[in-house]
C-alpha cells in the first residue's frame, strides 16, 4: 500500500524554526515529484514547494528564502525545514505525490504547525 | 495564473445534478484537476487532466473543458458527497488551487 506520513508539527514562536518529515511506504521518494502543500485554518489549499526527482527545487514566493525543501534517500523521506517562521505560516501542512508531473494522487494525513507567541 | 471557482458553496437535494465552474486566468489547455476534501481529511484527486476519472472514483463524477474555462459534474449527488471541491491548475508554477466550493446536502 502506498503511504505518506508526516510528522514533526507542533507549537513554534515567531521567528522560529520547525522541521516538518514525509516517509513514504510504497513509493519510491527520489524517484517522484513530491510536493508540501498548506492549509491554514478554515481556509483553501496553498501549494508550498515541489522537489523533482532530478533533484530541481521550487518554492511559492511566500515561502522563498524561509523554506528549503529535501530528502533523504536512505531514509525514504520527504522533508521542509521551515525557518522565520511567522504567524502566517499556520496550517496544516501536506505532503503529496505528483504523478508524472500532473495530479496529486497520494497525501499524507497532515500536520499541524501553529506559529503564535 | 489565478483560479476563480463558482459557486462558493452550494447547497443539493440528494440525487440532484450539480455543476461547479472553474476559470483559469490564462490559457492552461488541459491542465486541470479536481480534489474533494472532507472535514479533517486530506484531499483526494477525482479528476486529471481536466477529464480523466482517477483509478476507483465513482462514475458520478465527471469533468471537462480546456482552455481558461472548466466544469465539474456530479450526475447524481450522493449523501457521501458532501465535502469542499477544489480545482487545481498544473500548467505553470506556481501550482495554484481555487478557493473551494463546500457542499452541502438541502
Known amino acids: 500500500e502506498v503511504q505518506l506520513v508526516e510528522s514533526g508539527g507542533g507549537f513554534i514562536q515567531p521567528g522560529g524554526s520547525l522541521r516538518l518529515s514525509c516517509a513514504a511506504s510504497?513509493?519510491?521518494?527520489?524517484?517522484?515529484?513530491m510536493n508540501w502543500v498548506r492549509q491554514a485554518p478554515g481556509k483553501g489549499l496553498e501549494w508550498v514547494s515541489v522537489l523533482y526527482s532530478g533533484g530541481s527545487t521550487f518554492y511559492a514566493d511566500s515561502v522563498k528564502g524561509r523554506f528549503t525543501i529535501s530528502r533523504d534517500n536512505s531514509k525514504n523521506t520527504l522533508y521542509l525545514q521551515m525557518n522565520s517562521l511567522r504567524a502566517e505560516d499556520t496550517a496544516v501542512y501536506y505532503c503529496?505525490?505528483?504523478?508524472?508531473?500532473?495530479?496529486?494522487?497520494?497525501w499524507g494525513q497532515g500536520t499541524m504547525v501553529i506559529v503564535s507567541s | 495564473i489565478q483560479m476563480t471557482q463558482s459557486p462558493s458553496s452550494l447547497s443539493a437535494s440528494v440525487g440532484d445534478r450539480v455543476t461547479i465552474t472553474c476559470q483559469a486566468s490564462?490559457?492552461?489547455?488541459?491542465?486541470l484537476n479536481w480534489y474533494q476534501q472532507k472535514p479533517g481529511k486530506a484531499p483526494k484527486l477525482l479528476i486529471y487532466d481536466a477529464s480523466n476519472l482517477e483509478t476507483g472514483v465513482p462514475s458520478r463524477f465527471s469533468g471537462s473543458g480546456s482552455g481558461t474555462d472548466f466544469t465539474f459534474t456530479i450526475s447524481s449527488l450522493q449523501p457521501e458527497d458532501i465535502a469542499t471541491y477544489y480545482c487545481q491548475q498544473y500548467d505553470n508554477l506556481p501550482i495554484t488551487f481555487g478557493q473551494g466550493t463546500r457542499l452541502e446536502i438541502k
Open positions: 490564462q490559457d492552461i489547455t488541459n491542465y
Open positions: 503529496a505525490r505528483d504523478k508524472g508531473g500532473r495530479a496529486f494522487d497520494v
Open positions: 510504497g513509493l519510491i521518494v527520489s524517484s517522484n515529484y
